[in-house]
């Protein structure tokens, strides 16, 4: 049994206008029918543009919000069947890295007093180790805990969200684009601290970004996102290697490096950014997909099974004529 | 816990840091700040003292020694300050004036902050109907004068002290209730009080421990800024008859009482006006020092 | 950010029908919660009336004919369920029929309108002269940034600002009724009654809207695309008058709203201070002797006053914000 599952869930939005004023309201599908699993020790990415949904779908993993339909189970328990005090105990298990660490942290209390703070609201989790070795173990000095966060740089900061995140011992993290908001030679070293800690500890992990060069150094599967939908699902080596959805042939084309050996065939995609208060008909990718039919005008395609572990959202592969730029 | 605290105690740098940083603010502090700052002490000195430091009672009269003028112009009186229509010390009235006054902006203050934050707290808590319903009644309020608000109260309930009281502390609740619910909403959505649930801590503790101590700062230069007002409204009140009744006394009841004579007695109106004027013009520039100085941000 | 190298083709351009649509909402919307306001202050009004007691007692006066008190009666369905008192006394608000003042037993709304001009003519005068200085001051001394001038005019406005109307009132009564004998003190028979509750009550805006004139100048100024204009040869004061002021209305029209709050506030004060026999003055009168009805009529007179000139500046600033034609998705 996977430790995270998520079954078919759908978050809703109402956005614009006043609760006065429902005429002026659209609907955001946030997350359309998502379906995820993580098992224990497991690292599962997931990646997409901007607006696609994954922050949310990290929310709804963690039961941070309750779906509009589907359903997250957590170690068996059905997150929308618990009451919020068993939530809440539930909690110190499950964990979640904010992208933005500044503005996760109580500007007025010492980063020490906020790191322990966990195992005092859960007093019966963790081994509760003193606030020097939580410090120490994401590489920080223990004399650092009388700081406040405004005193602190932006890699120290993300350091210290991550040891509050450790404190209680958590079987699933939820790191939501932890090094977006850092200078790139900072990101370096939080990926490498959040690879050593999996190791050391063996959560599992989700871990939502926007940049596939991270992602391949700290993921073990990849899901891929468009308009709070997966699109395509499967290991990093595999999905990085030979993309079936035309969205990840585009996002893989777009980052050179990634895969070398890949023959470059430049996907241009066309027309309007995604909107996720007006999903297209269909196939929701089909007004910038180089590759759509027809058909994916009317159909939405299912997520089928392609290939080992692996599984798309594409009517050209579900009907056999896959496209495939490194033919 | 404790292991907390001993690690804050290994590093008391930082916190003298802290501390220098807020310091060398106050070193730059313009002058004008500093009068007023010295004058508000005063004020409050006089409040609490006033017992003591009135050379008179402010109702004592007396008949043979009516509308002397100052001794402080160099006059032959007994008075300072000079006497009123009725022979009372104009000197000890404006004390006891300022005690009353300051009393009742400060009790005010203090029932409009907690009224305020109350409300804004709620509305970030509850959002959704009750949010939209409880700003509805910020923005009604918002948008009317609020002398009209009080005199329609006094005119309904007539006049007693504690509704005074109770009035000037409505002044201005919903500029708190809008500071807090911004500030709420903020640490709800995207700020700590999101992380810490995130982490599991309950409604009780992240407003207890968290929020409270995050939005003192902001309130309290809020309740600087809104300090000229509340004096204002009492003041006001009682400069139209509806506020403080004699034989107590106020700043506004005093120079309503001055007006008639200012043509045969103009020190009756010179010290009560002074002192009004640079009370409520101490807590202005105080209080937009303090805005502009502190790091909160206030709409 | 995500900064995805996607080819983002941007958002079709701005269509006439789409724009005018969100106007309309805009303007439904604003109107609606005046609306809400409004109902709101009359509720309070009603249920602060059924607190203090009887309402028959409150609004007629004590000699009033059995008769009168009977239709009185019937009329506020005084003997009916909460819920229809409730109806009737909005039916009756929009009937203007709001009871009898207790002073001489005449009609509320007759006594109060026969009120409305003198304060007409002491706010709206006040109030042009509070635009009349507060603006040109704003600017002058954003235009003297940190020189003497700024400081000292700076100075004076938060002076101005933060006095209580009555010490200035008194202050000016003495100055040029009593000392200098230029001016009469109180009362409304002349033209040069007017000079000095105007003075009063237009200076505390002025002041008001000088302070924020000028920041909101000052901020515009430091703005790139002025910086730029003022690099490609403009004057100071060109770049003012074409990109500043403009820019800067959204803000001033917003503090235009508050002055006008602040007018209709300071004018009960200064009505009092000088003896001027407009509505602030009755209202005081009235709250004195507890004449409900007349207080009553006032409170909502006053209040539909204040929401409609909310609601235009509301519109204003609806059609001087530039996003307005250019996004309608922050349009609220």
Request: aromatic fraction near 8%; hydrophobic fraction near 50%; glycine fraction near 8%.
């Given at each position: 049994?996977?430790?995270?599952?998520?079954?078919?869930?759908?978050?809703?939005?109402?956005?614009?206008?006043s609760?006065?004023?429902?005429i002026?309201?659209?609907?955001v599908?946030?997350v359309?029918?998502?379906?995820?699993?993580?098992?224990?020790?497991?690292?599962?990415a997931?990646v997409g543009?901007?607006?696609?949904?994954?922050?949310?779908?990290g929310?709804?993993?963690?039961?941070?919000?309750p779906?509009?339909?589907?359903?997250?189970?957590?170690?068996?328990?059905?997150?929308?069947?618990?009451?919020?005090?068993?939530l809440?105990?539930?909690?110190?298990?499950?964990?979640?890295?904010?992208?933005?660490?500044?503005?996760?942290?109580?500007?007025?209390?010492?980063?020490g007093?906020?790191?322990?703070?966990?195992t005092?609201i859960?007093?019966?989790?963790?081994?509760?180790?003193?606030?020097?070795d939580?410090?120490?173990q994401?590489g920080?000095?223990?004399?650092?805990?009388?700081?406040?966060p405004?005193?602190?740089s932006?890699?120290?900061?993300q350091?210290?969200?991550?040891a509050?995140?450790?404190?209680?011992?958590?079987d699933?993290i939820?790191?939501?684009?932890?090094?977006?908001?850092?200078d790139?030679?900072?990101?370096?070293?939080?990926?490498?601290?959040?690879?050593d800690?999996?190791?050391?500890?063996g959560?599992?992990?989700?871990?939502i970004s926007?940049d596939l060069?991270v992602?391949?150094?700290?993921?073990?599967?990849?899901?891929?996102?468009?308009?709070?939908?997966?699109v395509?699902e499967g290991?990093?080596?595999?999905v990085?290697a030979?993309?079936?959805?035309?969205?990840?042939?585009?996002?893989?084309?777009?980052?050179p490096?990634?895969?070398?050996?890949?023959?470059?065939?430049?996907?241009v995609?066309?027309?309007?950014?995604p909107?996720?208060?007006a999903?297209?008909?269909?196939c929701?990718?089909h007004?910038?997909?180089?590759?759509?039919?027809?058909?994916?005008?009317?159909?939405?395609?299912?997520?089928?099974?392609?290939?080992?572990?692996r599984?798309?959202?594409?009517?050209?592969?579900?009907?056999?004529?896959?496209?495939?730029?490194?033919? | 816990m404790?292991s907390?605290e001993?690690?804050?105690g290994?590093a008391?740098?930082?916190?003298?840091?802290?501390?220098?940083?807020?310091?060398?603010?106050?070193?730059?502090?313009?002058?004008?700040?500093?009068?007023?700052?010295c004058?508000?002490?005063?004020?409050?000195?006089?409040a609490?003292?006033?017992p003591?430091?009135?050379?008179?009672?402010?109702?004592?009269?007396?008949?043979?020694l009516r509308?002397?003028?100052?001794?402080?112009?160099g006059?032959?009186?007994?008075?300072?300050?000079?006497s009123?229509?009725?022979?009372?010390?104009?000197?000890?009235?404006?004390i006891?004036?300022?005690r009353?006054?300051?009393?009742?902006?400060?009790?005010?203050?203090?029932?409009?902050a907690c009224?305020?934050?109350?409300?804004?707290m709620?509305?970030?808590?509850?959002?959704?109907w009750?949010?939209e319903?409880?700003m509805?009644?910020?923005?009604?309020q918002?948008?009317l004068?609020?002398?009209?608000?009080a005199?329609?109260?006094?005119?309904?309930?007539?006049?007693?002290?504690?509704?005074l009281v109770?009035?000037?502390?409505?002044?201005?609740?919903?500029?708190?209730?809008?500071l807090?619910?911004?500030?709420?909403?903020?640490?709800?959505?995207?700020?700590?009080?999101?992380?810490?649930?995130a982490?599991?801590?309950?409604?009780?503790r992240?407003?207890?421990?968290?929020?409270l101590r995050?939005?003192t700062?902001a309130?309290?230069?809020?309740?600087?800024l809104?300090f000229?007002?509340?004096?204002m409204?009492?003041?006001g009140?009682?400069?139209?008859?509806?506020?403080?009744q004699?034989?107590?006394t106020?700043?506004?009841?005093l120079?309503?009482?001055?007006?008639?004579y200012?043509?045969?007695?103009?020190?009756?109106a010179?010290?009560?006006?002074?002192?009004?004027?640079?009370?409520?013009?101490?807590?202005?520039?105080?209080g937009?020092?303090?805005?502009?100085?502190?790091?909160?941000?206030?709409r | 950010?995500?900064?995805?190298?996607?080819?983002?083709?941007?958002?079709?351009?701005?269509?006439?029908?789409?724009?005018?649509?969100a106007?309309?909402r805009?303007?439904?919307?604003k109107?609606?919660?005046?609306?809400?306001?409004?109902w709101?202050v009359?509720?309070?009004?009603?249920?602060?009336l059924?607190?203090?007691?009887?309402?028959?007692?409150?609004l007629?006066?004590d000699?009033?004919?059995?008769?009168?008190?009977?239709?009185?009666?019937?009329?506020?369905?005084?003997?009916?369920?909460?819920?229809?008192?409730?109806?009737?006394?909005?039916?009756n608000?929009?009937?203007?029929?709001?009871?009898?003042?207790?002073?001489?037993g005449?009609?509320?709304v007759?006594?109060?309108?026969?009120?409305?001009?003198?304060?007409?003519?002491?706010?709206?005068?006040?109030?042009?002269?509070?635009?009349?200085?507060?603006?040109?001051?704003?600017?002058?001394?954003?235009?003297?940034h940190?020189?003497?001038?700024?400081?000292?005019?700076m100075?004076?406005?938060t002076?101005k600002?933060?006095?209580?109307?009555?010490v200035i009132?008194?202050?000016?009564?003495y100055?040029?009724?009593?000392?200098?004998?230029?001016?009469?003190?109180?009362?409304?028979?002349?033209?040069?009654h007017?000079?000095?509750?105007?003075?009063?009550?237009?200076?505390?805006?002025?002041?008001?809207?000088a302070?924020?004139?000028?920041?909101?100048?000052?901020?515009?100024?430091?703005?790139p695309?002025?910086?730029?204009?003022?690099?490609?040869?403009?004057?100071?004061t060109?770049?003012?008058?074409?990109?500043?002021?403009?820019?800067?209305?959204?803000p001033i029209?917003?503090?235009i709203?508050?002055?006008?709050?602040?007018?209709?506030?300071?004018?009960?004060?200064?009505?009092?201070?000088?003896?001027?026999?407009?509505?602030?003055?009755?209202?005081?009168d009235?709250?004195a002797?507890?004449?409900?009805?007349v207080?009553?009529?006032?409170?909502?007179?006053l209040?539909?006053?204040m929401?409609?000139?909310?609601l235009?500046?509301?519109?204003?600033?609806?059609?001087?914000?530039?996003r307005?034609?250019n996004?309608?998705d922050d349009?609220?």
């Open positions: 049994m996977p430790l995270v599952e998520a079954q078919g869930v759908t978050k809703h939005f109402r956005v614009g206008g609760a006065f004023a429902t002026s309201r659209a609907t599908k946030a359309a029918g998502a379906d995820l699993a993580v098992d224990r020790g497991e690292t599962l997931v543009e901007s607006g696609c949904g994954k922050s949310t779908l929310r709804l993993l963690l039961g941070l919000m779906p509009s339909s589907g359903r997250v189970m957590f170690d068996g328990h059905d997150l929308a069947g618990l009451g919020s005090p068993a809440r105990r539930l909690r110190a298990r499950m964990q979640l890295v904010f992208q933005n660490p500044l503005q996760a942290l109580d500007p007025r209390m010492s980063v007093e906020q790191i322990v703070e966990p005092v859960h007093p019966a989790a963790g081994n509760r180790l003193p606030v020097a939580l410090l120490a994401v920080l000095d223990p004399a650092l805990a009388g700081r406040f405004h005193q602190l932006g890699g120290q900061r350091r210290v969200v991550i509050r995140a450790m404190a209680t011992q958590p699933f939820v790191f939501d684009e932890p090094v977006s908001a850092l790139v030679s900072v990101q370096a070293q939080i990926i490498r601290l959040i690879r800690l999996q190791t050391a500890r959560f599992a992990s989700v871990f926007h060069r992602v391949r150094h700290v993921a073990d599967r990849v899901a891929v996102m468009y308009l709070g939908r997966i395509e290991p990093v080596r595999a990085f030979e993309p079936l959805h035309p969205y990840t042939q585009a996002l893989i084309a777009a980052v490096r990634l895969a070398p050996g890949m023959r470059r065939v430049r996907v995609l066309k027309g309007e950014p909107n996720p208060a999903i297209p008909s269909g929701p990718f007004p910038r997909c180089p590759v759509a039919e027809y058909d994916c005008r009317t159909h939405a395609p299912a997520r089928v099974a392609a290939g080992p572990a599984s798309v959202a594409c009517i050209r592969v579900a009907s056999g004529s896959t496209f495939l730029p490194a033919a | 404790t907390a001993t690690a804050a290994t008391p740098g930082t916190v003298a840091a802290n501390r220098r940083r807020k310091r060398s603010a106050f070193r730059s502090m313009p002058f004008s700040v500093c009068l007023g700052a004058w508000m002490a005063l004020m409050f000195a006089a609490i003292a006033a003591w430091l009135a050379p008179y009672g402010y109702a004592e009269q007396q008949p043979l509308l002397k003028p100052p001794a402080l112009f006059y032959e009186t007994p008075f300072w300050l000079g009123d229509h009725l022979g009372r010390d104009v000197l000890s009235r404006v006891h004036a300022i009353l006054s300051i009393v009742i902006a400060v009790a005010g203050t203090l029932i409009g009224v305020g934050t109350a409300v804004g709620l509305a970030a808590r509850l959002r959704g009750w949010e319903a409880l509805m009644l910020v923005d009604v918002a948008s004068p609020f002398m009209i608000f005199l329609t109260i006094v005119a309904f309930f007539g006049n007693n002290f504690w509704l109770i009035i000037v502390g409505l002044a201005g609740w919903e500029r708190y209730a809008r807090v619910r911004g500030l709420v909403v903020e640490a709800e959505t995207t700020g700590y009080a999101a992380a810490l649930r982490v599991g801590a309950d409604s009780w992240i407003y207890r421990h968290h929020i995050n939005i700062g309130l309290l230069v809020q309740m600087t809104n000229p007002e509340t004096i409204i009492e003041t009140l009682s400069f139209l008859g509806l506020g403080v004699p034989p107590l106020s700043l506004g009841l120079i309503s009482e001055s007006r008639n200012i043509a045969i007695a103009w020190w009756i010179l010290a009560p006006s002074i002192v009004a004027a640079f009370t409520t013009l101490s807590v202005c520039v105080v937009d020092w303090l805005r502009d100085v502190s790091d909160v941000r206030l | 950010m995500d900064t995805l190298p996607l080819q983002h083709d941007g958002r079709p351009g701005p269509h006439l029908g789409r724009r005018l649509a106007l309309a805009f303007c439904l919307l109107l609606a919660r005046t609306l809400a306001t409004l709101i009359v509720t309070f009004t009603f249920v602060i059924r607190l203090t007691g009887d309402p028959a007692l409150s007629l006066p000699n009033a004919p059995p008769d009168i008190a009977a239709a009185f009666r019937s009329r506020w369905g005084l003997d009916r369920p909460v819920w229809t008192q409730y109806a009737l006394y909005f039916r608000m929009l009937d203007g029929n709001l009871g009898y003042s207790l002073a001489n005449r009609d509320a007759a006594v109060v309108l026969e009120r409305v001009p003198a304060t007409l003519r002491l706010t709206v005068s006040a109030f042009a002269l509070t635009l009349a200085v507060g603006l040109p001051v704003g600017v002058f001394a954003a235009l003297r940190g020189r003497m001038a700024d400081r000292a005019l100075m004076l406005a002076v600002y933060s006095l209580p109307n009555f009132g008194i202050g000016l009564i100055a040029f009724a009593i000392w200098l004998r230029l001016l009469p003190s109180s009362g409304s028979a002349t033209a040069a007017l000079i000095l509750p105007v003075v009063t009550l237009g200076l505390s805006g002025a002041a008001v809207i302070r924020f004139t000028r920041s909101a100048a000052l901020e515009t100024l430091g703005q695309y002025v910086r730029a204009a003022m690099a490609a040869g403009e004057t100071r060109q770049a003012i008058v074409r990109h500043v002021l403009p820019n800067a209305a959204v029209l917003t503090v709203g508050f002055t006008i709050g602040g007018l209709v506030g300071g004018s009960i004060i200064v009505e009092q201070v000088f003896a001027w026999p407009g509505i602030g003055r009755l209202l005081v009235a709250v002797v507890r004449d409900l009805a207080a009553q009529v006032i409170v909502i007179l209040a539909v006053a929401v409609t000139a909310n235009a500046i509301d519109l204003a600033y609806g059609l001087v914000n530039p307005f034609w996004n309608d349009i609220r």
